[in-house]
């Protein structure tokens, strides 16, 4: 979606979001319940421009072949994280699982302050990608990491460490 226009960038583009984490955004009720840094109007916006293409689906829904969701629900009632795997390769995508290396890995339980919504219960569903991650040796990206984004998640005591994957550039 492109600002200047209020249109979309890819017209025929499909969407596809949490069932829940669409309802959390567009509840009229909103406003009142965050701060006002916090307020939707972008992304009411957005979702109201995308709503002809958009398909919601819960946590766990196979969005393509390969590509398949799972709940990490914590820093928005909503958020999910997306698994993609295509013969014997795989990657993590996280979102905003994890928004700083010193203390996200670390301390993977605690909330961090641009959280939309904090429940400690549910901020816990971000434990298993972590977990699942340092075991697999799986490749985890997400666009709060240090570039180039991408690297490998390292069990360490009782929490875990952020691995950078080497990055070369081609010519």
């Given at each position: ?9 890819f ?10 984490e ?27 421009l ?9 946590a ?25 795997s ?11 699982v ?74």
């Amino acid at each position: 979606m492109t600002a200047r226009t209020a249109s979309l960038l890819f017209p025929s583009a499909e969407f596809v979001a949490s069932e829940t984490e669409v309802a959390f955004w567009s509840a009229p009720d909103l406003v009142g319940k965050v701060s006002a840094k916090q307020q939707p109007l972008v992304t009411q916006a957005n979702l109201k421009l995308a709503s002809p293409r958009l398909r919601l689906i819960k946590a766990g829904a196979e969005v393509a072949p390969g590509v398949t969701t799972f709940d990490t629900a914590g820093h928005t009632p909503g958020h999910m994280s997306v698994h993609i795997s295509s013969g014997r390769e795989e990657m993590l995508l996280t979102g905003d699982v994890v928004v700083d290396t010193a203390i996200g890995f670390q301390h993977p339980e605690w909330a961090f302050r641009g959280s939309t919504w904090t429940c400690p219960k549910q901020q816990r569903r971000a434990w298993p990608s972590s977990t699942r991650a340092a075991a697999d040796k799986t490749l985890v990206g997400s666009y709060h990491l240090p570039f180039p984004g991408f690297g490998h998640v390292v069990r360490e005591g009782s929490g875990y460490r952020w691995l950078p994957a080497d990055w070369q550039w081609t010519t």
